[in-house]
């Protein structure tokens, strides 16, 4: 596994190392002690999420407030997504800062998005899943988002016209947000 740096504090790309020949290929997507050498700590998964959808759509910009906010280690199984983590952590010298990356079933590339940060992605193909791992079990009324377009944050997602939710429609700005996190 290589760890790749965002430049975004605590936010990390995951290379897995992948082992192919004519059956196929293997690959290791979570291992504890890698994680401990790595980051020096093990993050405590305790939920896993799939979600499959059609090219187009576009889930977030969505975060979990304390006391039930989230890390995820996110990755596509099939298919591919532009996935986007802006950091709320009001204290970060990259308070207000997204990162993106493609994220594919081909490239296997791996993010470690930690608590405290927005996410969302959009899918590029038909049929796309996406997987991922939560340090914390969902939690309804603490649920947040904010707008996916919105210009103080200036996330360029490309020539879209998005599949939204009805409540990703409806989130608020980033000039009005109150961070709840430090």
């Known amino acids: 596994m290589k760890v790749v740096d965002t430049g975004i504090k605590d936010l990390i790309i995951v290379e897995p190392t992948i082992f192919g020949d004519e ?3 293997f690959l290791e997507t979570y ?13 405590k998964f305790i939920q896993d999420n799939e979600s499959m959808s059609q090219k187009g759509v576009l889930r977030g910009l969505h975060f979990q407030k304390p006391p039930y906010q989230q890390g995820k280690l996110v990755r596509v199984v099939k298919g591919s997504v532009l996935d986007v983590a802006v950091d709320l952590r009001k204290n970060s010298p990259t ?10 079933g081909d490239n296997k590339t791996q993010v470690y998005v930690p608590g405290g940060f927005a996410h969302g ?7 796309t899943i ?3 791992k939560c340090t914390n079990l969902y ?3 603490s649920e947040g988002g904010l707008q996916w377009n919105d210009p103080e944050l200036n996330i360029d997602w490309g020539e879209i016209n998005p599949l939204l939710s009805e409540k990703d429609k ?3 700005g980033f000039i009005s947000f109150v961070t709840p996190f430090t």
């Open 23 to 25: 059956r196929g290929y």
């Open 31 to 43: 291992n504890e002690q890698t994680w401990k050498n790595v980051l020096g700590e093990i993050p």
């Open 95 to 104: 308070y207000g800062q997204h990162f993106k990356i493609v994220l594919s």
């Open 121 to 127: 992605f959009l899918t590029l193909e038909d049929n």
């Open 130 to 132: 996406f997987n991922y």
């Open 139 to 141: 939690n309804k009324e």
């Open 170 to 172: 409806f989130y608020e």
